[in-house]
């Protein structure tokens, strides 16, 4: 069975770092691209991060671009989502999601999402 | 960047109806589109990839349709656990997703 357990969430103050992480189980880690997503209280999805099979390509919405990096460690079965000169505008629920290739393509399995609320 | 928009955003509807959701991208994505059901406080579920192709698992009164910039979801018959929010997404080129669809019972 496919797990993907995010974690690292918590209130933060602007202008603060965080690091989230995702403990996947249940498949090859290393055969899939993966990504991040994420849910500002009462809004939609947004598409923040992708990253290759093997870390070398990596994809981020203008809106994070050069403040947020994601990276995985396929030895550990882990991604991570570093998140540096966090804003009001970033407090949402993030979701790791497994793409269903190696390559570009849809989100078949998601984490149960971690909290990020950045505040003074 | 690639804009989906999707209509409309509240859709009220009984027990039984036949419903369908419009996804529209700003430029063509070919049939490079999926759509996510959405309950609260929990994480979205895959319902259909490639616009048309039901993920194993899912109900088969869930049907999508279209291709180039122009998408649909259609609900042959409601069902009470249907009653959610829908997103479409794009993943021609990144991802974007649209702003979601409320399904809600009349």
Redesign the interface.
Known sequence: EVQLLDSGGGLVQPGGSLRLSCAASGFTFSSYAM?W?RQAPGK????VS?ISVNGDNT?Y??SVKGRFTISRDNSKNTLYLQMNSLRAEDTAVY?CVKV?YSS?????Y????TLVTVSS | DIQMTQSPSTLSASVGDRVTITCRASQSISSWLAWYQQKPGKAPNLLIYMASNLENGVPSRFSGSGSGTEFTLTISSLQPDDFATYYCQQYNSDYTFGQGTKLEIK
């Open positions: 990504s997503v939609g999805l947004e598409w992708a994809h919405a203008d979701y269903r570009l393509s849809y989100f078949d998601w984490g149960q999402g």
